[in-house]
C-alpha cells in the first residue's frame, strides 16, 4: 500500500513562478527521497534528505523535512517549460524491509 | 549514480503470452528491486531480487506470474506470464547505491496487452 499523499496532485503554473509540492507519510523514515517522470518514461533521482536533516538544496531545488509532522515539501524555483514533469516522494522506513514506497505523485505543468 | 539498461523498452503483446524483461546495471549491487507503475499511477513494487537467492514478493504478487532471475550481481529479468490487459503497466528495475540507500532506475519498459 501507498505510505505517501501527496498535495497537490496537479499544480500549474506561469514559467519563472516557483513550484511547491508536499508529501505526507504515516510511519517513522530513514530517508524521503524525490524523483522526477517525464511523460511516463523512467525516473530520475532528484535529492535525498534522511531523517536528521530538515533542509537540502540542489541547484533550483529545496527540499525540507518535517519528522514531528510526517510530511516533505519540494520547492522548484524559477520555473522552467522542461520541469514539466510528475514529481513523486518515497520513503524508506527505519525498521523492517528496506524498501521505498511512493507517493502517488503531483503532476507538475509549467505554462511558458 | 548508476546506469541501468532495460530490454524491450516497450513491447505490445498478445493475451495469454510472456513477456522477459532485461535489466542490467553498470557495476554490481547487492538488491535488485522491480516496479510496476499501471497507467496514471505511482509505482508499486513488485519483488527484491538478489543474487543467490529466491526473490522475496509483495502483497498481491506471487512468483507463478511474475518470476524474476537474478543470475549475478549486475543483471536481473521480470517474466509478466500468461499477461492479460490489466498486465499493461511501465515495468521498472532500480538498483540501490551509495552510503544514503539512494535507489536509482532504469528508463522503463512500457507493456501494452491487447
Known amino acids: 500500500s501507498q505510505q505517501g499523499e501527496e498535495d497537490p496532485q496537479a499544480l500549474s503554473i506561469q514559467e519563472g513562478e516557483n513550484a511547491t509540492m508536499n508529501c505526507s507519510y504515516k510511519?517513522?523514515?530513514?530517508?524521503l527521497q524525490w524523483y522526477r517522470q517525464n511523460s511516463g518514461r523512467g525516473l530520475v533521482h532528484l535529492i535525498l534528505?534522511?531523517?536528521?536533516?530538515r533542509e537540502k538544496h540542489s541547484g533550483r531545488l529545496r527540499v525540507t523535512l518535517d519528522t514531528s509532522k510526517k510530511s516533505s515539501s519540494l520547492l522548484i524555483t524559477a520555473s522552467r517549460a522542461a520541469d514539466t514533469a510528475s514529481y513523486f516522494c518515497a520513503t524508506l522506513r527505519d525498521q523492517g524491509a528496506q524498501k521505498l514506497v511512493f507517493g502517488q505523485g503531483t503532476r507538475l505543468t509549467i505554462n511558458p | 549514480s548508476a546506469v541501468i539498461s532495460q530490454k524491450p523498452s516497450r513491447d505490445i503483446c498478445q493475451r495469454g503470452t510472456s513477456l522477459t524483461i532485461q535489466c542490467q546495471v553498470d557495476?554490481?549491487?547487492?538488491?535488485m528491486f522491480w516496479y510496476r507503475q499501471q497507467p496514471g499511477q505511482s509505482l508499486t513494487l513488485i519483488a527484491t531480487?538478489?543474487?543467490?537467492?529466491?526473490?522475496?514478493?509483495e502483497s498481491g504478487f506471487v512468483i507463478d506470474k511474475f518470476p524474476i532471475s537474478r543470475p549475478n550481481l549486475t543483471f536481473s529479468t521480470l517474466t509478466v506470464s500468461n499477461m492479460s490487459p490489466e498486465d499493461s503497466s511501465i515495468y521498472l528495475c532500480?538498483?540501490?547505491?551509495?552510503?544514503?540507500?539512494?535507489?536509482?532506475f532504469g528508463p522503463g519498459t512500457r507493456l501494452t496487452v491487447l
Open positions: 557495476s554490481q549491487v547487492t538488491m
Open positions: 531480487a538478489n543474487q543467490g537467492s529466491e526473490a522475496t514478493y
Open positions: 534528505i534522511r531523517s536528521n536533516e
Open positions: 510511519t517513522s523514515i530513514n530517508n
Open positions: 532500480s538498483v540501490e547505491r551509495g552510503a544514503g540507500n539512494e535507489q536509482f
